[in-house]
């Protein structure tokens, strides 16, 4: 069994879509053959500091000749091509989204990435994408010649189907609380539905982006929603299960998403969808099972809620589409077995 390091920045444990896709990656992979290492990079990419890329280097030099290595994109787009061209091992790159296509950058910032990505990208043997948006993103913004580029999008679990709630219907969403997910859109959309019953509950990180966390409290607030709106925190497992299973609809009006797993444990619960037209999610999610809507628009996605909210056919619909959907999606001996296909081809 040949073995594989997979090289990734900060925290193996924390709770995004990414994180997880890794620790699932690790644990499939020695199914179709490979033995996977986990090699800890610092923890401050995408901005490495000069002593953190040392780090890195130190890192990939201390493994054997012509190891093949599977790097995060996190880490690899920010990586500088004299310290990648040094390092004698065999480079597959694991891109969920490109950098430069985080929200919020400065338009310096996403000329700085897009210009690191790509000659990071330039020297690797084979590039792994989580998502056809980003596949042909690579292929068409970044020059990857597309006989390099393969597709590995997430496996997603069974799941029971949602019970939903027997009162006022329940709005759920997952996602750490960042700029790029849109919690300030979605409150203010709630804003302009607080004729129509609902409740929801906000699941995710309260403490990675302190002043957006703050600003969708005073949101809230601002908005007489705190009786209505929940910030769960993060939840593992059982309590991220039980959110599911207590939820009608889900919502999450992301600005951009490079695959978006959070959709697809959404339909594989048989939840209808309120989100939008944003990266990889019209991928994602089948128009027969969501209501999509241009990002940045409370009222277009007011309207959506409104919609799926009163309109028990419509919510009905829109479930059986999605569970039929969430049966047929990837497991994640799929995603290791196409990850499998990017190691091999990164080989002299």
Request: proline letters at 8%.
């Amino acid at each position: 069994m040949p073995d594989v390091w997979f090289a990734i920045p900060g925290d193996l444990a924390t709770l995004t879509g990414g994180y997880g896709y890794a620790r699932r990656l690790i644990r499939a992979l020695p199914g179709t053959g490979w033995f996977p290492h986990h090699l800890a990079l610092p923890g401050s990419f995408p901005l490495p500091s000069s002593d953190d890329l040392d780090a890195t280097a130190d890192a990939f030099a201390s493994l054997p000749p012509e190891t093949p290595v599977l790097v995060d994109g996190l880490a690899l787009g920010a990586l500088p091509p004299a310290l990648l061209g040094v390092c004698n091992v065999s480079f597959t790159a694991l891109v969920h989204h490109p950098l430069a296509e985080e929200t919020g950058l400065s338009g310096s910032d996403v000329i700085r990435f897009q210009a690191s990505e790509r000659a990071a990208l330039a020297l690797a043997q084979s590039v792994a994408c989580t998502s056809r948006h980003t596949f042909e993103t690579l292929a068409t913004t970044y020059g990857v010649p597309r006989d390099r580029l393969f597709l590995a999008e997430p496996g997603t679990d069974p799941a029971p189907r949602a019970a939903g709630n027997r009162t006022a219907p329940k709005l759920l969403t997952v996602a750490t609380l960042t700029h790029r997910k849109a919690h300030d859109v979605l409150i203010a959309a709630l804003a302009l539905i607080k004729d129509v019953p609902w409740t929801i509950d906000l699941v995710g990180s309260t403490e990675r982006d302190a002043a957006v966390t703050a600003k969708v409290r005073a949101s809230i607030a601002q908005h007489g929603l705190e009786d209505r709106v929940n910030l769960r925190g993060e939840l593992k497992d059982d309590g991220l299960n039980a959110a599911y299973a207590a939820a009608d609809v889900f919502v999450l009006p992301s600005r951009h998403e490079g695959y978006g797993m959070v959709f697809a444990e959404a339909l594989a619960r048989g939840l209808p969808i309120v989100a939008c037209v944003a990266g990889a999610v019209t991928d994602t999610v089948p128009h027969e099972a969501g209501l999509l809507v241009p990002p940045d628009d409370p009222a277009a996605l007011a309207e959506a809620l409104r919609r799926v909210l009163t309109n028990q056919a419509l919510r009905r619909s829109l479930s059986e589409h999605a569970w039929d959907f969430g049966q047929r999606l990837p497991t994640w001996d799929d995603t290791a077995a196409q990850v499998s296909e990017a190691l091999w081809a990164s080989l002299p």
